[in-house]
């Protein structure tokens, strides 16, 4: 499996990016992707997720209402559609799945997902 991440760059806050993440290496019907960001000097943090099979889609808090996750079935790819950009949202972000439905509870921690891409880094300016 392969993840290639890409959309990001750089914008004024209040503005809009659309993150893409192009899976390969077979079918993902079963699997559940992910958003992550990780800011310099902090943690990896949970953004968004979404199961592939209905496309349930899950989010943080801090990003809850301004970005959106979703997937197209045709073009193996999941995308995160991020609005009113704010600079607390700069980071590297990272696209993540995994095989089956982690419980909800889990859903937002890096150490239950099997694949990554290799980031794409989003800077929001003030």
């Known amino acids: 499996v392969q993840l290639q991440a890409s959309g990001g760059g750089l914008v004024q806050a209040g503005g809009s990016l659309r993150l893409s993440c192009d899976a390969s290496?077979?079918?993902?019907?079963?699997?559940?992707f992910a958003w992550f960001r990780q800011a310099p000097g902090k943690e990896r943090e949970y953004v968004a997720g979404?199961?592939?099979?209905?496309?349930?889609?899950h989010y943080s808090a801090s990003v809850k209402g301004r970005f959106t996750i979703s997937r197209d079935n045709a073009k193996s790819a999941v995308y995160l559609q991020m609005n009113n950009l704010k600079p607390e949202d700069t980071a590297v972000y990272y696209c993540?799945?995994?095989?089956?439905?982690?419980?909800?509870?889990?859903?937002?921690?890096?150490?239950?997902?099997?694949?990554w891409g290799q980031g794409t880094l989003v800077t929001v300016s003030s």
């Open positions: 993540a799945a995994r095989l089956g439905y982690p419980v909800l509870s889990s859903l937002g921690s890096a150490r239950n997902y099997d694949y």
């Open positions: 979404v199961r592939w099979s209905n496309s349930a889609a």
């Open positions: 290496g077979r079918t993902f019907s079963s699997d559940t």
